[in-house]
């Protein structure tokens, strides 16, 4: 605003008129972020992200789940992020195990049927 002199309500306006045509798209905290229509982007929450990757990557019970600094490049977000939706899923019982130094293992496949 201060940079092209004008009101918080012309903003607003603008950035109004740019989610319409698809351009920009609100984000928790009063921010916004463009859209980038070269590829597509997965709007879920990280943890059913990070599920997902048990059936894609083939692991089953047992097996070594990536570390969250890996998991953190591969989708572009912070550290501890990762650890937070990690979390998530070892209280419901997909992962075990983790903690500081210690290798997270696959406790259980995650059910598909309940999600569309």
Partial sequence: MRVHAVSRGVAIRAFNVLRQEGVVEPTPGSRWRVVRSDAPVDRRPLEQRLADIIAADGLVAGEAFPSASALAERFGVSRPTVTKALDKLEA????????QGRVRTVRAVPNREGRS
């Avoid at 419901?92 to 903690?99: C, E, N, P, Q, R």
């Fill in 92 to 99: 419901t019982g997909v992962l075990a195990g983790g903690g």
